[in-house]
């Protein structure tokens, strides 16, 4: 299977299984369309099994390849059902494909089913955020009739245009083992070929073929593996990287032998777009002339930028890497994540204020771009303003992200700066702990018969601001179906939420709780109490023999809760828990309870603290320990009684 990148590819926010350039292999062992041809060691953890994949790949000039591929896989279960999902993209003046066929097999080897290009549903490669493109997709529906199915798939791709040349996917996923796999690469020596394995060894076999440059790789008996929790695709993926130092895309001849070469054919694309008219700018211009530093005119028009123009995705020429004018951003009030980065360094150009176009790769832990692998890996664009000892980065396709604030999309990764001498590959901030923080209040009266009301108070920042703003947009079940779950709240029979407007990027929520009983348990003259409303912290982790990969959480996060309760009239405290402190290689939570037999008053501090979201395999047990024990920590009950 192969799998290419075309143009900044969140922009255009096409998720697709997407199996590039096939054909037919006509001394295929028979064996490999029966079932029962699946050796067991195969069978073993695999939703499917890939029984033969040949990629045969002819690289003729910078731009040009001929792509053509088999394969036959074997759907096991429904989990495997994605892996026989065809969609193929393209673009009508650069791409074409030839001899598409399609066959569904049962588990004896006999042919169900046949499909050719006539049956595949032709259209747009566009969603609801994307206005108009130029790409376009094959995609063919049709259903498993039952496991296991045998698809095979075969066609030929001739493509005129293209940058990098994407990657051989081995094995896309744990749960899919392979049988064999073969690829052969011809390649003309002018176009400096490269290649680089991923997650597997796999060198290949070298040699010429009149004019040409051959390498051929071949993989058998891959096993499948049970995934592991919060474990990256990245991660786990095995396939080998191709790259050329000489490229052409819609029409434009290009350099990749480095990053600053690459950077250079960004420039050129860039040049005749990203300025205002002399009119537009000397307005801009009078907009800032009060303020005094640039740091301060920089967040002025950050601000602008989020109040007036909106993000769509405009998928049109140079492939979708060309931006719009700033121009037409000014204008229009719309565009993509490059127009509007573009158009945000035009505004800042305005004011004598230099920035860079950044292109990465983003995504919630994504893999960042290789130093030593140059490629086209990226699929958004951010700006980076290089202010005097004060870099700041911004994301400019978001009308709610904090000034200089990336999170979690961009964060922590290589991106490619566009200078004035090309590209430059630089890391992007990495958010703390006190980046992304939920602080959270709450206070319970109870009352005799173990009814109560709890009113909750929420202060969020980062990520923890994000989620709760994107809760604005749902209706208010939806918002409290989510709060209850996330919260891990009894279910109450009355729930009144409330978002207040930000304020320095916190964002305030309130909600009031009502319950007809409280307690988890009553006995006698005694009932039995969490001393939290909510868990503040819920994750737990198995336990493992050995964890194989590292342990990806979203972010660093710092997690506090003061909780009061008013016992009710007539009872005093007869148990509290006991004060917790825990700790692991990387973080730590506490945990204090105090009653004020005055007041009649309990009092519960709790804090978590996560400061790396990433953490070693190494460490998994001592993490899953830790886990364990915040868990029992937090089930710790409180007893009230009855005054005698």
């Not at 868990?631 to 009684?641: D, P, W």
Request: aromatic letters at 10%; glycine letters at 6%; hydrophobic letters at 35%.
């Amino acid at each position: 299977m192969r799998m290419m990148i075309r143009g900044w590819g969140l922009c255009t926010a096409m998720v697709l299984t997407i199996i590039f350039a096939h054909a037919q292999d006509k001394n295929i062992p028979k064996e490999y369309y029966l079932a029962s041809g699946i050796p067991d060691s195969l069978k073993t953890d695999a939703n499917a099994v890939i029984r033969y994949t040949m990629d045969d790949i002819i690289i003729k000039a910078p731009g040009r390849e001929v792509l053509k591929h088999h394969s036959i896989t074997t759907v096991l279960n429904e989990k495997g059902d994605h892996v026989g999902e065809i969609g193929m993209l393209y673009n009508r003046k650069y791409d074409t494909y030839a001899d598409i066929e399609v066959k569904v097999y049962s588990a004896t080897g006999q042919i169900l089913k046949k499909y050719h290009k006539s049956d595949m549903y032709d259209r747009a490669a566009s969603d609801d955020e994307t206005i108009v493109t130029d790409d376009r997709v094959l995609l063919l529906q049709h259903t498993i009739p039952s496991y296991p199915t045998t698809i095979e798939i075969s066609y030929e791709e001739d493509i005129s245009s293209f940058i990098s040349l994407g990657s051989w996917m081995i094995r896309p996923q744990e749960e899919i083992a392979v049988q064999t796999a073969l690829c052969k690469v011809a390649v003309n020596p002018a176009v400096g070929f490269r290649y680089q394995a991923f997650n597997i060894v796999a060198n290949p076999e070298k040699g010429t073929q009149g004019d040409m440059e051959t390498y051929s790789w071949q993989v058998k008996n891959l096993k499948a593996a049970k995934p592991e929790e919060n474990t990256l695709p990245w991660q786990m993926q095995q396939k080998i990287a191709f790259a050329t130092n000489s490229f052409e895309y819609y029409g434009l001849p290009g350099t990749f032998d480095n990053w600053q070469n690459f950077g250079k054919w960004i420039n050129g694309l860039n040049a005749d777009v990203n300025t205002l008219s002399p009119a537009r700018a000397a307005e801009i211009k009078k907009m800032t002339d009060t303020i005094k530093t640039d740091k301060d005119k920089v967040r002025f028009l950050y601000n602008y930028l989020q109040k007036n123009v909106r993000y769509v995705s405009v998928q049109l020429g140079i492939g979708g890497l060309k931006p719009f004018p700033a121009t037409f951003v000014d204008q229009k009030k719309y565009g993509d994540c490059k127009a509007l980065t573009n158009y945000m360094g035009a505004l800042l150009r305005a004011v004598d204020i230099p920035s860079c176009y950044a292109i990465i790769n983003a995504g919630t832990n994504e893999r960042p771009a290789d130093p030593k692998f140059p490629a086209n890996v990226f699929n958004h664009v951010i700006l980076c303003v290089p202010l005097k000892g004060d870099t700041t980065w911004l994301e400019c396709t978001s009308n709610t992200q904090p000034f200089g604030k990336l999170g979690t999309f961009t964060e922590n990764r290589n991106a490619l700066l566009i200078t004035p001498e090309g590209g430059k590959l630089v890391a992007t901030p990495k958010s703390t702990m006190q980046d992304n923080v939920f602080d959270s209040y709450a206070h319970v009266t109870l009352n005799p018969d173990g009814s109560a009301k709890a009113d909750l108070k929420f202060l969020s920042t980062g990520e923890y601001r994000s989620m709760y703003l994107g809760l604005e947009s749902q209706k208010l079940d939806e918002q409290k179906a989510y709060l209850i779950r996330y919260l891990n709240l009894k279910q109450p029979i009355a729930f009144n939420f409330k978002l207040s407007p930000d304020k320095d990027g916190t964002k305030e929520m309130n909600i009031a709780l009502e319950y007809d009983r409280l307690f988890d348990l009553a006995v006698g003259d005694k009932q039995f109490y969490k001393a939290n409303v909510f868990d503040i912290w819920r994750a737990t982790m198995p336990e493992l023999e050995k964890r194989k990969t590292d342990y990806y959480f979203d972010h660093p996060m710092q997690k506090t809760c003061v909780t009061t309760i008013d016992l009710p009239a007539g009872f005093e405290m007869e148990t509290l828990p006991a004060d917790v402190k825990l700790k692991f290689s990387y973080g730590n939570f506490e945990a204090s309870y105090l009653y004020d037999k005055a007041k009649n008053q309990v009092t519960s501090k709790v804090k978590f603290i996560l400061d790396n979201q990433v953490v070693p395999a190494t460490k998994y047990t001592e993490m899953q320990q830790y886990m364990e024990d915040i868990a029992k920590a937090q089930n710790k009950k409180m007893v009230i009684k009855k005054k005698v």
